[in-house]
């Protein structure tokens, strides 16, 4: 299982956010997420929105830092990517 997570370069809300990713499963990115604490309503399309100030906890807990494109990269190389106005389905 290898879950990534990109800078917090993405302002929001007063703060700063990571997007957390899978390459493999939304299931394993659930389980990752639930794993830390993670509350559900931060999934948003295809990504957990985290917050910069539990960036590091993330990386701790086994996330593997890359850039945002990488990320992009990744959920799209997976069939994973959900664009902004499309549906689940």
Not at 34 to 44: D, S
Not at 63 to 86: F, M, Q
């Amino acid at each position: 299982m290898t879950i990534y997570i990109d800078p917090p370069t993405w302002p929001g809300h007063g703060r700063m956010w990571s997007h957390l990713v899978s390459d493999v499963s939304y299931d394993e990115l659930h389980a990752f997420a639930e794993a830390l604490g993670v509350p559900r309503r931060a999934f948003e399309r295809d990504h957990y929105d985290i917050p910069s100030h539990r960036y590091a906890d993330v990386v701790r807990a086994g996330a593997v830092e890359v850039s945002s494109r990488e990320v992009v990269r990744l959920l799209r190389g997976a069939g994973l990517r959900r664009a902004k106005g499309r549906g689940w389905g």
